[in-house]
């Protein structure tokens, strides 16, 4: 099994500001990592697959990086509706598939 | 693009069982292998189980092995989870998600809303 481990548990960060979220996996997931978003009492949302590919309608301030076994996801200028909590994920291996632990973003 | 709800969750007593389903809409649901995800409170999300287009291929956690049933129906477009044995680690919002590709090797596009699931006495 893939463990995947994010970083920071929590990111302070001011509105216009740029935050950068770490994910490290277990072993080589190569570039099948996903990031979602998932903003409070709402589901998940898909913003990046393949490690650096925008999902449909995701903003371009959101930047996907990274191969093998460690993966960046970058916010640049941080708006209101950007303060949630990401949760990346491996589908290289599976069953299972599986998730971080989660970074929430929050207003400083 | 595939709508998803969710529907069926509830409060249960330890032991007891629920099913819960997820009705699809706006795509071809045949075509998308179906999961369930859930989430306890304030906590991650953590994968459940996973059905494949036409049922050949089931994956379970082993946290819900022997326990949860993952079906579908392609003719009514819908998703099943059968839960037994039910414990209160069981606790959480269930969500189905679908993934999309043919090689299954992909993410998980669309989520529904999710349905509570509370186990406790």
């Known amino acids: 099994e893939r463990v995947m481990t994010q970083s920071p548990a929590t990111l302070s960060v001011s509105p216009g500001e740029g935050a950068t979220l770490s994910c490290r996996a277990s072993?080589?997931?190569?570039?099948?990592l996903a990031w979602y978003q998932q903003r409070p009492g709402q589901a998940p949302r898909l913003l990046i697959y393949?490690?650096?590919t925008r999902a449909t309608g995701i903003p371009a301030r959101f930047t996907g990086s990274g191969s093998g076994t460690e993966f960046t996801l970058t916010i640049s200028s941080l708006q209101s509706e950007d303060f949630a909590v990401y949760y990346c994920?491996?589908?290289?291996?599976?069953?299972?598939?599986?998730f971080g632990q989660g970074t929430k973003v929050e207003i400083k | 693009e595939v709508q998803l709800v969710e529907s069926g969750g509830g409060l249960v007593k330890p032991g007891g069982s629920l099913r819960l389903s997820c009705a699809a809409s706006?795509?071809?649901?045949?075509?998308?292998?179906m999961n369930w995800v859930r989430q306890a409170p304030g906590k991650g999300l953590e994968w459940v189980a996973s059905?494949?287009?036409?049922?050949?291929?089931?994956y379970y956690a082993d946290s819900v092995k022997g326990r949860f049933t993952i079906s579908r129906d392609n003719a009514k477009n819908s998703l099943y989870l059968q839960m037994s044995s039910l414990r209160a680690e069981d606790t959480a919002v269930y969500y189905c998600?679908?993934?999309?590709?043919?090689?299954?090797?992909?993410?998980?596009?669309?989520w529904g809303q999710g349905t509570l699931v509370t186990v406790s006495s």
């Open positions: 706006g795509s071809t649901f045949s075509s998308y292998s």
């Open positions: 059905i494949s287009t036409s049922s050949s291929r089931i």
């Open positions: 072993q080589s997931v190569s570039s099948n």
């Open positions: 998600a679908s993934r999309h590709c043919t090689d299954g090797v992909c993410p998980f596009d669309d």
């Open positions: 994920q491996q589908y290289n291996n599976w069953p299972p598939w599986t």
């Open positions: 393949g490690a650096s």
